[in-house]
């Protein structure tokens, strides 16, 4: 299977840049353990965030406001994305998100954020998109990349120390005449606020080159939903329960927004992983907001690959068949392997008893 080769051919290659400490410290790094998320295999340049808005999840995980730039060094993040049993690498592999629990062009790990996406582009080839508040007016990666552009309503009072929502969109608008992918990405949507003053933000983005927007959902726990009530938002209409640590989504109908959208002429995404696959020209049916892209990309004779890449990790004569957009297995594998084969095929695995 080619992502597999591709694997083993980036750790040689990235192995021999590093020495040996790098190599043991970069393994054991979460990166090369975490399977990705349903956006990616989340990429995270540093650790902690100073801008605290208001919906934040990530002071509830334990993270603070002293924004520290992430340990590893890029070749180091790249060996250990290729270590991680997880994830398929290649063009057409594993989406790579970064961004997700710091902005990561702040000024202390703004450099380290584009060595990031240069060492994945160049060593790995997978599919980068970056989520800021931030955008640079230019973004020197030698591969394109998907940036979203994140605003949660055109005031930005949800989000008091980041930039202005105009100048983030203005950025991004620049970054896109430099010849990047560029989308909205209206997230969190946060009832009360973010439908207030939405055609205004719609129409100026539309104005400035914008044709995508992702709608992306609220969740809260209790320390959430009491910061937001302080900047006057009260979320206790839309959701059943509150708990101390776990999130829970705001029930909330984005139908409205959706339509507005439409109507302005934007293509209405379903989430931040189908802004990736379409801004790279992929397709991916991996779950049932899918599939995303242009599905006659999606390769379907996978079936001798997939035998391949059991066998080769020690399985015995599986029966494996495609029907659909799905891949089926007779028996039971482990769930590396079966994450693994998603990742690389992006189809959905389905077990069933031998
Ligand atoms: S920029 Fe992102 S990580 Fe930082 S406080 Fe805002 S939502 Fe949280
Ligand atoms: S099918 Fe679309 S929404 Fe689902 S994981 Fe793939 S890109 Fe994301």
């Known amino acids: ?19 040996e400490g790098e ?8 990166h090369a353990r975490r399977p990705p998320r349903p956006c990616g295999m989340t990429v995270h340049t540093g650790i902690n965030c100073p801008l605290a808005c208001a919906y934040c999840y990530i002071y509830d995980m334990g993270f603070s406001g002293a924004v520290k730039p992430y340990p590893l060094t ?3 993040l790249a060996y250990a994305i290729a270590v991680n049993p997880y994830v398929a690498i290649g063009a057409s ?22 060595g990031y996406m240069s060492a994945i582009a160049e060593h790995l080839g997978n599919p980068i998109q970056v989520s800021t508040k931030m ?19 055109a005031s930005g009072r949800l989000e008091p120390r980041a930039p202005r929502p105009l100048e983030r969109l203005a950025a991004g608008a620049e ?18 606020v973010t439908d207030r003053e939405i055609s205004r933000l719609l129409s ?3 104005d400035l080159g914008y044709s995508r927007v992702v709608f992306g959902t609220l969740r809260v726990t209790e320390r959430i939903a009491r910061r937001l009530a302080a900047f006057g938002v009260d979320v206790t209409p839309y959701v059943k329960e509150l708990h101390p640590r776990r999130q829970v989504p705001v029930k909330y109908s984005k139908a409205g927004l959706v339509k507005l959208a439409r109507d302005c002429g934007f293509e209405v995404l379903p989430s931040s992983c189908a802004s990736n696959v379409t801004a790279h020209g992929q397709a991916c049916a991996l779950c049932d907001w899918g599939p995303c892209g242009d599905v006659r990309r999606l390769r379907l004779d996978v079936e001798s690959d997939v035998r391949e890449y059991l066998e080769w990790r020690g399985y015995k004569s599986v029966e494996v068949y495609v029907r659909g957009l799905r891949i089926h297995i007779r028996g ?20 069933s008893p031998r």
Request: glycine content about 6%; overall charge positive.
């Open 23 to 30: 190599r043991q410290a970069a393994a054991r790094d979460p």
């Open 204 to 206: 100026v983005a539309r």
């Open 93 to 114: 592999g594993t989406l790579i998100a970064v961004g997700s629990v710091t902005e990561p062009f702040l000024p202390e790990t703004r450099e380290l954020a584009v």
């Open 175 to 192: 970054l896109m005449r430099r010849g990047a992918s560029v989308t909205l990405f209206v997230r969190p949507v946060v009832p009360g």
């Open 1 to 19: 299977m080619e992502a597999l080769r591709a694997r083993l051919r980036a750790i040689k290659l990235l192995g021999g840049l590093l020495s």
């Open 135 to 153: 955008p640079p007016r230019e973004l020197a990666v030698n591969q394109r990349v998907d940036v979203l552009v994140s605003i949660t309503d």
């Open 332 to 351: 039971r594998v482990a769930r590396e392997d079966r994450v693994f084969v998603e990742q690389a095929t992006r189809l959905r695995v389905l077990e």
């Open 74 to 76: 890029p070749i180091q």
